[in-house]
């Protein structure tokens, strides 16, 4: 706080810094969201948590990190001379070409200097009285804004399950979403990896060819497909730069915002069992993991459909996997194919017959705590020098629940979603007005292509603040009867679909105590968007605007006295 004389003589208090808009997060959403702001000439300021930009992409630097679509797609869309002059070398980058471009893209648009590096937002406080978002940060900034852009990552908040003695530990462990940036070194090292989801299956094929011994804890085996990645060829990075403009419009028309040119060949039980088999073969050996589960149109609508390449699946395990054993206790078998994320990879099941590689069943035997020099579970116990936690995310709800935001009448998100993450089209939560979330429940999230998704929902909430500012309203908020009925839409189109079979972080369940619910948008990113739009169309039905007393360029009441006991927690 400073205060100034003025002329009057009277003392002026000029409160906490104030913006327009303040983005949490600079990954590839909130870059995209810094930009259309700017455009907007709004004043905008991003707190990221991180010392670099890129998110997900900053974060998880772990060996082996690498995307699952291709990124002539997982790209910007936005500018076509940065789609034109940015090179790809790989079919699926690798995190540090993905890091590399979200910085060239930063820089090349001049958005560095709206960012706010190494301040984790630790509370966010809607100011009834002021109309205002009263932001603050672990280090100690704060900014009053009309509007807060939620772009903190569906995959941010890290899982650490509460292991007995992990502490203790005297080797050093990590966390994938957390990996040292000067990386760690494996040579002669043994090694204990837990978790086998698409991180697990990454990490232990990059881990496993350096490591002195591997050691990887599994408790539920990974469908995992080849990812089929190589070096992109020329002529295929000319063909896309030549047709990028027709390409982007297809995507952003597709239920994934995908470019899928691959054929659908009807439902699994239009064929003899020989002719399906050599379809798949052949898809295997084609497609990469989100395109082969698209072979046939019922895979992720029937069980027996489901179950018949699920089969084909755990036959390629059984044929790569040379101990009969370790082949059987890598073969997924308590869940639909696609019902949890498809891993993809590039020999991962091959690891497996490496010598200095050895899987252990935590199923079976459960990891019962972390000694100081190892792990134990109920059948042994392994001496390790270092231990690897991919155990993943507290996943879509977790960076929004960790930050401590409370809305009208200081309700609590957490309370608010004690039973499950209510929502209006994944944007906005009633009571917690002129709050929108990117990527958040009831979005598409990860059931889409995520960049684009991301530019897509940012456009979206911009043009609702622009809709806004020129009607001279100052405030939206949506209601609860309004997520009631969009909750129903969303169970209702989940209950069609597979994915209720499996405990995947998509419900909640690799949480304790997390509420089991589809947080997910399923009906695809082009249903979604009309229907988003068609609210909007319907004169924002389902959302309550207001023309409260503050408006755009009023002086804004700091809000600056914080209540008491309500001062700032740690995140
Ligand atoms: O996390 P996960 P992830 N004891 O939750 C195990 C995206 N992604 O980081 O299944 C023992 O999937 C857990 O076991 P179980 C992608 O969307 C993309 O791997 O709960 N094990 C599981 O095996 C993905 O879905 C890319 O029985 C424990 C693992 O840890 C999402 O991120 C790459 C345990 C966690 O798997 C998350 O993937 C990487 C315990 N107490 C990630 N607790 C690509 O683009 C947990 N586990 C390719």
């Known amino acids: 706080m400073t205060t100034a004389s003025t002329a009057a003589g009277r003392t002026q208090t000029s409160g906490p810094e104030t913006a327009d808009v303040v983005v949490v997060g600079a990954g590839f959403s909130g870059l995209y969201a810094l930009y259309r702001l700017r455009g907007l000439n709004l004043k905008v300021v991003c707190f990221e948590a991180g010392d670099g930009v890129g998110g997900t992409w900053y974060w998880n630097r772990y060996p082996g990190a690498r995307v699952d679509i291709e990124s002539m797609q997982y790209s910007y869309s936005f500018d076509d001379d940065l789609q034109q002059e940015w090179r790809w070398p ?74 007995p003695g992990l502490e203790s530990f005297r080797g050093e462990w990590h966390h994938t979403s957390q990996w040292p940036k000067e990386g760690v070194n494996f040579e002669g090292k043994r090694v204990g990896l837990i978790g086998t989801g698409s991180t697990g299956v990454q990490a232990t094929t990059a881990i496993g060819k350096t490591a002195g011994h591997l050691y990887v804890f599994q408790r539920t085996p990974a469908y995992s497909l080849p990812a089929n990645n190589r070096p992109l060829p020329a002529d295929y990075e000319l063909d896309w730069k030549s047709h990028y403009a027709e390409r982007r419009s297809v995507m952003h028309a597709n239920f994934a915002l995908g470019y899928l040119p691959v054929q659908q060949h009807g ?51 059984r044929e790569i996997v040379k101990d009969p054993e370790t082949a059987e206790l890598l073969c997924p078998k308590t869940y639909p194919v696609g019902t949890k994320r498809i891993c993809m990879d590039t020999g991962y099941f091959e690891t497996f017959n490496n010598p200095n590689v050895t899987l252990v069943d935590v199923k079976s ?207």
């Not at 790989?90 to 301040?119: K, M, W």
């Not at 390449?309 to 395990?317: H, Q, S, T």
């Open 267 to 317: 439902s699994v039980f239009d064929y003899t069992p020989e002719a399906r088999t050599q379809i798949l073969e052949q898809a295997w050996q084609q497609r990469n993991g989100l395109l082969f589960l698209r072979t046939f149109t019922d895979t992720m609508l029937s069980l027996e459909a489901n179950e018949i390449v699920a089969e084909f699946i755990r036959g390629k395990i």
């Open 365 to 571: 035997n459960p990891i019962t705590e972390i000694t100081p020099s190892g792990l134990r579970t109920t059948a042994g116990e392994y001496d390790l020098d270092i231990l690897i936690l991919a155990t993943g995310f507290d996943a879509v709800t977790g960076s929004l629940t960790r930050m401590n935001i409370t809305g009208v009448g200081g309700v609590d998100l957490r309370e608010k979603w004690a039973e499950r993450p209510t929502n209006f089209l994944g944007y906005m939560v009633a009571g917690f007005p002129n709050l929108f979330m990117i990527h958040g429940p009831g979005s598409p999230g990860v059931l889409a292509q995520m960049i684009t998704g991301g530019e897509k929902q940012v456009d979206w909430v911009t043009g609702v603040i622009t809709d806004l500012d020129r009607n001279g309203y100052a405030s939206i908020d949506t209601t609860q009867e309004a997520e009631q009925d969009w909750g129903a839409e969303m169970a209702e189109m989940a209950a069609k679909t597979l994915y209720q079979h499996a405990n995947s972080w998509y419900v909640g369940a690799n949480i304790p105590g997390k509420p089991r619910y589809f947080m997910i948008y399923i009906g695809g990113f082009d249903q979604y968007q009309k229907r988003c739009d068609e609210q909007v169309g319907k004169g924002y039905e389902g959302f309550v605007l207001a023309r409260n007393e503050v408006r755009a360029g009023d002086e804004v009441p700091t809000g600056d006295e914080v209540p008491a006991g309500d001062e700032q927690r740690p995140a």
């Open 90 to 163: 790989e079919y699926f980058s690798p995190q540090a070409d993905l890091e590399d471009y979200a910085n060239h893209v930063t820089d090349r648009f001049g958005l560095r200097d709206l960012i706010r590096f190494n301040a984790r937002v630790n509370r966010l406080r809607y100011d009834e009285r002021a109309g205002r978002w009263d932001v603050s940060t672990e280090r100690g900034d704060r900014v009053i804004a009309r509007y807060v852009i939620a772009a903190s990552g569906a995959l941010d908040a890290t899982n650490i399950p509460d292991f």
